[in-house]
């Protein structure tokens, strides 16, 4: 059974950074997609970035060009550094792993910008 565990979320002031980081246990498929999604306070979940395990990256519109996604195969995890953080970018972040034929999520941590 694979598990995501993400860490990294705070609280952050307008302009600041942080860095999220999700690992996974347990076997992965290889290709596999693991990614950033968030849902912030009455809105649906969007994602944030992907990227799969040969390298490929997908971006959110919003945060082209602030965020950046990256990943250490051998240890199974993802990261996601965030710059030049704004308030809207508030929300419940999610780490996602698609593995074959299944999809997992992390519980979330909550990444707050405030000005």
């Known amino acids: 059974q694979v598990q995501l565990v993400e860490s990294g979320g705070g609280l952050v002031q307008t302009g600041g950074s942080l860095r999220l980081s999700c690992a996974a246990s347990?076997?992965?498929?290889?290709?596999?997609?693991m990614g950033w999604y968030r849902q912030a306070p009455g809105k649906q979940r969007e994602l944030v970035a992907d990227?799969?395990?040969?390298?490929?990256?997908n971006y959110g519109d919003s945060v082209k060009g602030r965020f950046t996604i990256s990943r250490d195969n051998a240890k199974n995890t993802v990261y996601l550094e965030m710059n030049s953080l704004k308030s809207e970018d508030t929300g419940v972040y999610y780490c996602?792993?698609?593995?074959?034929?299944?999809?997992?999520w992390g519980k979330g941590t909550l990444v707050t910008v405030s000005s």
């Open positions: 996602n792993l698609k593995s074959g034929l299944r999809e997992y």
């Open positions: 347990g076997t992965l498929f290889i290709p596999n997609v």
């Open positions: 990227m799969t395990s040969g390298g490929s990256t």
